[in-house]
């Protein structure tokens, strides 16, 4: 099972090592990442493998908004099939 893993806002020291950090700990494994900093602003997408995962994908993606409201940035996890299925045409 696969999620991908969003963060946006104002760039600041620790967000990525905060992010992965976490994510390190539950046993998920970052299989892609893409980072843009436009402004002063961070765009980050993460595909992370959670076959391995400690916790079930609801805590995970809640502990993920959590980690995210605490850092000042939006972070949002979605399961996979999710995503493709809003995206299709």
């Not at 020291?13 to 976490?22: A, E, F, L, Q, S």
């Not at 494994?29 to 843009?36: A, E, G, R, W």
């Not at 609801?58 to 850092?71: F, P, Q, R």
């Amino acid at each position: 099972m696969k999620g991908i893993i969003t963060v946006l806002g104002k760039d600041h020291v620790g967000i990525i090592g905060t992010v992965c950090t976490h994510l390190s700990r539950n046993s998920i494994n970052i299989l892609d990442i893409s980072q843009t900093i436009v402004g002063g602003y961070l765009n980050m997408m993460m595909i992370v493998d959670l076959s391995a995962a400690k916790k079930e994908f609801t805590i995970l993606s809640d502990e993920l908004v959590k980690l995210g409201e605490d850092m000042n940035v939006i972070v949002k996890m979605q399961h996979e099939d999710i995503f493709n299925s809003m995206h299709r045409v």
